[in-house]
C-alpha cells in the first residue's frame, strides 16, 4: 500500500496521443507535491525526514518489486513522492515555485537524462528510488536557475 501512494497508482488516466499511459507515476508526483506542505519549514528537519523517508522507501519499493514481479513496476510511485520533496526543497510554500518544481521533476523524471538515467539499473528499491532522487535534484537546481533561488534554505 505505502509504495503505490495508498493505491494512488490504481487510478487510471486516459492515454495520450495513441500512447498507453497509466499517470500513475503523474499522480504520484500530486501526491509527493501534497504531502510536501506537511513537510517541516527549516531545513535540517526537512532534510532528516526526506532521508528518512528515502531510506525507508528503498526498502518498501524493494519488496513492492518482488510482489508486483518486474523491476520499478508502474504502479511504484513512493518513489515520485520523495523525487518531488527532493525538486522542491528550500522552495517558497507558494502555488508558483511548488507547481515549477512539479513541472520540473515531471519533465526530468520523464526524460530519464544521463548520469540519473544510470541509477535505476541498481539492484532492487535502490535503483526504484535513486534514479527519482536524482530527477529531484536535477529538477531543484533548474527551479533554482528560473526563479534565481541558489539557497536551500
Keep these: 500500500m505505502l509504495?503505490?501512494?495508498?493505491?494512488?497508482?490504481y487510478i487510471a488516466?486516459?492515454?495520450?496521443?495513441?500512447?498507453?499511459?497509466?499517470g500513475s507515476?503523474?499522480?504520484?508526483?500530486?501526491?509527493?507535491?501534497?504531502?510536501w506542505v506537511l513537510l517541516p519549514a527549516a531545513p535540517a528537519p526537512y532534510w532528516a525526514v526526506v532521508a528518512a523517508v528515502s531510506a525507508a522507501a528503498c526498502w518498501i519499493c524493494?519488496?513492492?518489486?518482488?510482489?508486483?514481479?518486474t523491476h520499478d513496476n508502474p504502479r511504484i510511485v513512493l518513489d515520485e513522492v520523495v523525487g518531488v520533496?527532493?525538486?522542491?526543497?528550500?522552495?517558497?510554500?507558494?502555488?508558483r515555485p511548488a507547481l515549477l518544481a512539479f513541472v520540473l521533476f515531471r519533465a526530468f523524471d520523464s526524460l530519464k537524462l544521463p548520469p540519473y538515467r544510470?541509477?535505476?539499473?541498481l539492484p532492487g528499491?535502490?535503483?526504484?528510488?535513486?534514479?527519482?532522487?536524482?530527477?529531484?535534484v536535477a529538477a531543484a537546481l533548474a527551479a533554482r536557475a528560473i526563479l534565481g533561488r541558489w539557497t536551500w534554505a
Design 62 to 69: 524493494g519488496r513492492a518489486d518482488r510482489a508486483l514481479g
Design 125 to 136: 528499491g535502490l535503483g526504484v528510488v535513486a534514479d527519482d532522487l536524482g530527477a529531484g
Design 85 to 95: 520533496w527532493v525538486a522542491a526543497a528550500g522552495l517558497p510554500r507558494e502555488a
Design 25 to 35: 507515476g503523474f499522480m504520484g508526483s500530486v501526491e509527493g507535491l501534497l504531502l
Design 118 to 121: 544510470w541509477l535505476e539499473r
Design 3 to 9: 509504495a503505490t501512494g495508498l493505491g494512488i497508482s
Design 13 to 22: 488516466l486516459p492515454a495520450v496521443a495513441g500512447r498507453k499511459w497509466t
